[in-house]
Nanobody
Framework: QVQLVESGGGLVQAGGSLRLSCGVS????????MVWFRQAPGKERTFVAA????????RYAEAVEGRFTISRDNAKNILYLQMNNLQPEDTAVYYC????????????????WGKGTLVTVSS
């Protein structure tokens, strides 16, 4: 059974940086497209960034383009999200998710989900 475990969340001041990680158990990581979503307090979960099985291509939400970078290490079964110049509006629970084969930016079709890690950005 595939399990996803996020880590790296925490409290940071506006303008700061954090790197989130998502460890994936099982042998399917290299054949799984991976995605980061986030859910701000009182709001619906939204797409943040996605990466294909090999590491390219990648996709970003407009709100994070140029500030966040998604990457993966298929040898270590880890997905990353480097977040720079964080702003208070980035405060949310961040979830990693995966689906077999093809990259996607919506929740539909995601087969695997982590439980999330909280990122809080203070002003």
């Amino acid at each position: 059974q595939v399990q996803l475990v996020e880590s790296g969340g925490g409290l940071v001041q506006a303008g700061g940086s954090l790197r989130l990680s998502c460890g994936v158990s099982g042998r399917t990581f290299s054949t799984t497209a991976m995605v980061w979503f986030r859910q701000a307090p009182g709001k619906e979960r939204t797409f943040v960034a996605a990466i294909d099985r090999s590491g390219k291509p990648t996709r970003y939400a407009e709100a994070v383009e140029g500030r966040f970078t998604i990457s993966r290490d298929n040898a270590k079964n880890i997905l990353y999200l480097q977040m720079n110049n964080l702003q208070p509006e980035d405060t949310a629970v961040y979830y990693c998710a995966g689906r077999p084969l093809t990259i996607a930016t919506t929740e539909a079709g995601m087969r695997y989900w982590g439980k999330g890690t909280l990122v809080t950005v203070s002003s």
